[in-house]
């Protein structure tokens, strides 16, 4: 059996970056046989960029809705908020204590911060939180405690990855004597997909407000935000150049290689930016038409969604609670009983 596991951080409203990145492949690989999915709502992790409770809540709901809309079945995949494990800080506690200041100094989002101070002129730390700094630390806890085989995650996640396998390598060193605690993960990419541009091209991203929004405000709003794809000035009849466009990595990260074949060719034969948007946004709304009405009855009805995480939340744990009674006592704090 392969373990599967995969997390979103309740900061902010799904958008097409985190479906296509993670959320359809995981539901992809839970479908498929011999395969056990934990998937989880990382709220411990939504804490690091957000002080905002509400919308930490709001988004909880609204990330668990998607998933459920998208087509995961609860009652095949471990479903579960983070918060509601309290193994996962425990153990993010004893890998913080194997983990090298040095290879967090790495971390991608740490060092982005720092550069920006020092452009600033400001102190190198400026603004930067101890869960920031260590925020790998507890992505590695919540992959090395449920001992996931493959990660699907976006490519953004794959210095995590890495991560994590360094610090579970440490710790079998350190404590496993011979036979390993942790087993080593490895991220699953979904190479169509790569990471998806938003609105300006760059990688769509809460943080740069280019997101397409998935279900919120409807189709209306998931349309609007299509049309103002930022585009090239090149009229209708003149040749486009679909490579070098992210309207068309938008399109080929939901339609078939043949179709996006076609719609290369379309550009190349001078197809206009509007007619290639409209065109675009129907091929969004193929694939999320159906889930909408799902989407919207899951987020009107919160406490149906409360129940299903409890109930993942136990069945997450009947693993997680062996699991950290094994690694007490490996590291001595537990006597072995
Ligand atoms: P987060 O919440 O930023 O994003 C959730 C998932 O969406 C993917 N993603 C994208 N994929 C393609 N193109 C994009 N533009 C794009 N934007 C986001 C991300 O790669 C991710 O897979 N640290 C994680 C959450 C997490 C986690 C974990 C993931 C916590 N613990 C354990 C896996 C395993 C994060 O902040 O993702």
Same mark, same amino acid.
């Given at each position: 059996?392969? +373990?599967?596991?995969?997390?979103?951080?309740?900061?902010? #409203?799904?958008?097409?970056?985190?479906?296509? $990145?993670?959320?359809?492949? %995981?539901?992809?690989?839970?479908?498929? &046989?011999?395969?056990?999915?934990?998937?989880?709502?990382?709220?411990?992790?939504?804490?690091? @960029?957000?002080?905002? &409770?509400?919308?930490?809540?709001?988004?909880?709901?609204?990330?668990?809705?998607?998933?459920?809309?998208?087509?995961?079945?609860?009652?095949?995949?471990?479903?579960? +908020?983070? %918060?509601?494990?309290?193994?996962?800080?425990? =153990?993010?506690?004893?890998?913080?204590?194997?983990?090298?200041?040095?290879?967090?100094?790495?971390?991608?989002?740490?060092?982005?911060?720092?550069?920006?101070? #020092?452009?600033? $002129?400001?102190?190198?730390?400026? $603004?930067? %939180?101890?869960?920031?700094?260590?925020?790998?630390?507890?992505?590695?806890?919540?992959?090395?405690?449920?001992?996931?085989?493959?990660? &699907?995650? $976006? +490519?953004?996640?794959?210095?995590?990855?890495?991560?994590?396998?360094?610090?579970?390598?440490?710790?079998?060193?350190?404590?496993?004597?011979?036979?390993?605690?942790?087993?080593?993960?490895?991220?699953?990419?979904?190479?169509?997909?790569?990471?998806?541009?938003?609105?300006?091209?760059?990688?769509?991203?809460? %943080?740069?407000?280019?997101?397409?929004? =998935?279900?919120?405000?409807?189709?209306?709003?998931?349309?609007?935000?299509?049309?103002?794809?930022? #585009?090239?000035?090149?009229?209708?009849?003149?040749? @486009?150049?679909?490579?070098?466009?992210?309207?068309?990595?938008?399109?080929?990260? !939901?339609?078939?290689?043949?179709?996006?074949?076609?719609?290369?060719?379309?550009?190349?034969?001078?197809? /206009?930016? /509007?007619?290639?948007?409209?065109?675009? !946004?129907?091929?969004?709304?193929?694939?999320?038409?159906?889930?909408?009405?799902?989407?919207?009855?899951?987020?009107?009805?919160?406490?149906?969604?409360?129940?299903?995480?409890?109930? /993942?939340?136990?069945?997450?744990?009947?693993?997680?609670?062996?699991?950290?009674?094994?690694?007490?006592?490996?590291? /001595?704090?537990?006597?072995?009983?």
């Amino acid at each position: 059996t392969t +373990r599967v596991l995969t997390g979103i951080t309740t900061s902010g #409203t799904p958008h097409l970056g985190n479906y296509a $990145g993670a959320i359809r492949p %995981s539901i992809q690989a839970s479908q498929l &046989p011999d395969v056990d999915a934990f998937y989880f709502m990382a709220d411990y992790h939504a804490l690091i @960029k957000c002080d905002d &409770p509400q919308r930490v809540a709001r988004s909880r709901l609204e990330i668990a809705a998607t998933w459920l809309a998208a087509g995961l079945d609860p009652e095949k995949v471990t479903f579960y +908020r983070q %918060s509601d494990i309290p193994e996962i800080p425990e =153990l993010c506690w004893m890998l913080n204590c194997v983990t090298g200041k040095g290879l967090m100094n790495r971390a991608h989002a740490y060092k982005a911060a720092v550069d920006q101070n #020092t452009a600033k $002129g400001a102190e190198p730390d400026d $603004g930067v %939180s101890m869960g920031l700094f260590s925020y790998p630390v507890l992505m590695a806890a919540d992959i090395l405690m449920f001992n996931a085989h493959k990660v &699907p995650v $976006g +490519r953004d996640q794959i210095q995590h990855l890495e991560m994590a396998r360094d610090i579970a390598q440490r710790f079998n060193h350190l404590y496993g004597q011979g036979s390993d605690f942790f087993v080593l993960p490895e991220v699953q990419i979904a190479e169509e997909v790569a990471t998806l541009p938003g609105l300006d091209g760059r990688k769509m991203s809460k %943080s740069y407000d280019n997101t397409i929004p =998935l279900f919120e405000g409807g189709a209306k709003a998931t349309r609007a935000a299509v049309m103002r794809i930022v #585009t090239d000035s090149r009229q209708p009849g003149e040749p @486009k150049d679909a490579e070098g466009s992210h309207l068309f990595t938008l399109y080929r990260a !939901f339609a078939t290689p043949e179709e996006s074949a076609a719609f290369r060719q379309a550009l190349e034969d001078g197809l /206009g930016w /509007g007619d290639a948007k409209n065109q675009l !946004f129907e091929r969004i709304e193929q694939e999320l038409g159906a889930m909408r009405e799902r989407y919207a009855e899951l987020i009107a009805d919160p406490a149906r969604i409360e129940d299903i995480l409890q109930a /993942g939340a136990e069945k997450a744990r009947r693993s997680a609670t062996p699991l950290m009674q094994r690694l007490r006592e490996a590291v /001595g704090i537990r006597s072995l009983s």
